[in-house]
């Protein structure tokens, strides 16, 4: 079997142990973090492996980092999971849905990452989907409830759209590539696009847009998303922000790309634009207004991939660069950040911001890991995002000045809201302590929950100003696939 396919399977073999370990024995929180590691190791493995097509998978240097990122955040969201499965309280049957739906998950994300036929990545982002829901609804409370099926009923409806988006695309080929796999490979398409009907593939590219957006997060589709991360188990903020946003934001760059290799169809960029500022420029404001510290973490996830799109909608090797270099850099941030408010409210009994105070006196090394994961978030040095930031900023300036103001605005206005969180959150006198029963109980206590995020921090500063010379070509290579 490809290496790709047992990345795949892998963890879905994993995803059906864990459904038959009976929970009595208490060992299904280790194996999903074996599964976890064994599943970062072959993702590993993959950058050393050749690039190109392997049936209905294709390894290149756009979907090679993004991958690494993936399972790197998988492990650690295994290994946070484990800490505070117990404060989750879960009955027996709900711990084995959860930690199988979570390797499902998995197992999905790598499939929609590293397929070359655009059917086949639309069955994986579906796989995901409903293994997020799954889990958002695990606790089974009406909020949280009404928050899986929101997320399931928009999500569904992008979804539908996505698909009628790809039927689009394959009919658009049909008359010059034929019929068959070849109808729906990236590649394939790609090479015949400037031969293909150009209305098609503008109306395709329009579907895939708001139907790959809406997973994407993206304004005006991105209702679901604070409600999923808001009422869903802690580490679930963790792969919704930093994996499937980003599984959906690349499902876009590969139509965008096939769009673009022909002249005559619509632009794909000025759309791109419109929605990255709409996001931008709402989270931007909405930071201001929430009081539920996942939720306002999960605006700040809408304000993040609005920049990515911003970025892939200017275009080019240095915009497309910066966009990439933002989402790998927001999955280790966000991911982190998320891992440290979790601590903090099962350590505080509450999620809202008035109850989470003072935390780096209180819990010094979680406090001070989450100040600096939120001052990542708000652009500042030694960060990826810091880096990525600029190189828009400066990309903007150079090829489009009318958009300076307002993506001036929405950068500064997003970073004095963080900076205000982090304030409430970190700074100032500590609140009281009011521990969820059973959290964090297992031997290394809050180091379950500290050592991710400092991982995650260290990875993201080394991302942005210390990151191989090869890791950097491999970054290179994957902006110049997106043309």
């Not at 997020?132 to 997320?151: D, I, N, R």
């Not at 031969?195 to 209702?223: I, N, Q």
């Not at 207004?289 to 892939?312: M, Y």
């Not at 809050?446 to 921090?457: E, N």
């Amino acid at each position: 079997m490809p290496l790709p396919w047992i990345l795949v399977f892998f963890p879905w073999f994993g995803a059906v142990v864990l459904a038959l370990i009976p929970p009595r024995l208490g060992i299904g929180r280790y194996v999903n973090i074996g599964v976890a590691a064994g599943s970062l190791a072959i993702a590993l493995a993959l950058l050393g492996h050749p690039h190109g097509e392997q049936g209905w998978t294709r390894i290149d240097a756009l979907n090679l980092p993004f991958v690494a990122v993936a399972a790197l955040v998988g492990l650690t969201t295994a290994a946070f999971s484990a800490a505070t499965l117990d404060a989750e309280r879960f009955d027996a049957l709900r711990i084995r849905a959860y930690h199988a739906a979570f390797q499902v998950f998995m197992g999905a994300q790598f499939l929609a990452l590293v397929s070359d036929n655009l059917g086949v990545m639309w069955v994986a982002i579906e796989i995901a989907t409903l293994a997020s829901v799954l889990m958002v609804g695990a606790h089974g409370t009406p909020a949280a409830v009404e928050a899986a099926w929101k997320f399931f009923i928009l999500c569904g409806v992008g979804i539908a759209l996505a698909l009628f988006g790809t039927i689009l695309l394959y009919l658009a080929a049909q008359p010059v590539i034929g019929s068959g796999d070849p109808g729906l490979s990236w590649v394939a398409l790609r090479a015949v696009a400037a031969h293909c009907d150009p209305g098609l593939l503008s109306l395709a590219f329009v579907f895939l847009l708001v139907g790959y957006g809406t997973k994407a997060g993206l304004v005006p589709l991105h209702s679901w998303l604070p409600d999923a991360e808001a009422e869903g188990p802690l580490p679930i903020c963790a792969v919704l922000s930093g994996l499937l946003l980003n599984a959906a934001l690349l499902a876009i760059l590969r139509a965008e790309a096939i769009v673009g290799g022909n002249p005559a169809a619509l632009p794909a960029g000025p759309f791109l634009i419109g929605f990255g500022m709409l996001s931008l420029l709402l989270a931007a404001f909405s930071l201001w207004r929430r009081r539920d510290a996942r939720r306002l973490f999960a605006w700040s996830s809408i304000e993040h991939v609005g920049l990515a799109t911003l970025a892939f909608g200017i275009g080019g090797v240095v915009a497309n660069l910066a966009g990439i270099l933002h989402l790998l850099g927001h999955a280790l941030v966000k991911s982190g950040v998320f891992f440290a408010v979790g601590a903090a409210a099962q350590i505080k009994g509450s999620q809202k911001v008035q109850d989470i105070g003072g935390l780096a006196a209180s819990h010094p090394a979680l406090g001070w890991g989450l100040a600096l994961g939120i001052a990542g978030l708000a652009g500042m040095p030694p960060f990826a995002l810091f880096v990525s930031e600029f190189r828009l900023v400066t990309e903007v300036a150079a090829r489009h000045p009318w958009l300076v103001l307002p993506v001036g605005i929405g950068l500064l206005m997003a970073a004095a809201a963080l900076v205000r969180v982090l304030q409430a959150l970190c700074l100032g006198e500590p609140t009281r302590d009011n521990p969820v029963p059973g959290a964090f109980a297992l031997p290394g206590g809050l180091l379950w929950a500290t050592v991710p995020v400092w991982l995650h921090l260290a990875l993201a500063a080394a991302l942005g100003f210390a990151a191989p010379a090869g890791f950097v070509a491999l970054l290179r290579a994957g902006a110049e696939i997106l043309g």
